[in-house]
């Protein structure tokens, strides 16, 4: 029926101060990588009509939440996608993934050798604390891809930084 995204809202640099307005609207800022994966799925075929009732209906079913708002609900019959869950820490971690009710799927989406959070490494990083703990449970699963998808360039700096 949804899919829900929480977001950590914590700046990679200087934060910018106060943002007015609702949840949803200070959301915004954060939410541009998925807004350009979006675009990415919506420009395979069907023109421009079928380009925007693909964009439209995404739109509608994603809802993007602030991390400091993810205690007290349940989520029944929902898709929560953490993305960017190497800088997440692991009591984060448990504070999201506890919250699925009956019907709701997790995935968690990160790469490790991009964790930018000062006080995370690969060894405390919610994602490997959730990949250890669940890899002998029979309804998990973990997938590792070989290669990233950006760009050599930002493999390298991947490799080198």
């Not at 959301?27 to 395979?44: F, I, K, R, S």
């Amino acid at each position: 029926k949804e899919i829900i995204m929480p977001r950590v809202t914590v700046p990679v640099g200087e934060d910018i101060g106060f943002l007015p307005g609702t949840e949803e609207e200070k959301m915004t800022p954060w939410m541009g990588a998925l807004m350009d994966n979006l675009e990415v799925l919506t420009q395979t075929g069907g023109g421009d009509w079928g380009r925007a009732a693909a964009d439209d209906l995404l739109r509608s079913r994603i809802r993007i939440h602030s991390l400091n708002f993810m205690r007290g609900p349940t989520f029944l019959n929902k898709y929560i996608i953490l993305d960017e869950a190497q800088n997440l820490t692991p009591k984060q971690m448990k504070t999201l993934i506890t919250r699925a009710g009956p019907g709701t799927k997790v995935i968690c989406l990160g790469n490790v050798a991009q964790i930018d959070t000062p006080y995370l490494t690969e060894t405390t990083s919610g994602l490997t604390y959730v990949v250890d703990r669940f890899k002998q449970w029979p309804h998990s699963g973990h997938i590792t891809l070989l290669r990233g998808e950006r760009s050599r360039l930002a493999d390298f700096a991947s490799d080198i930084l």
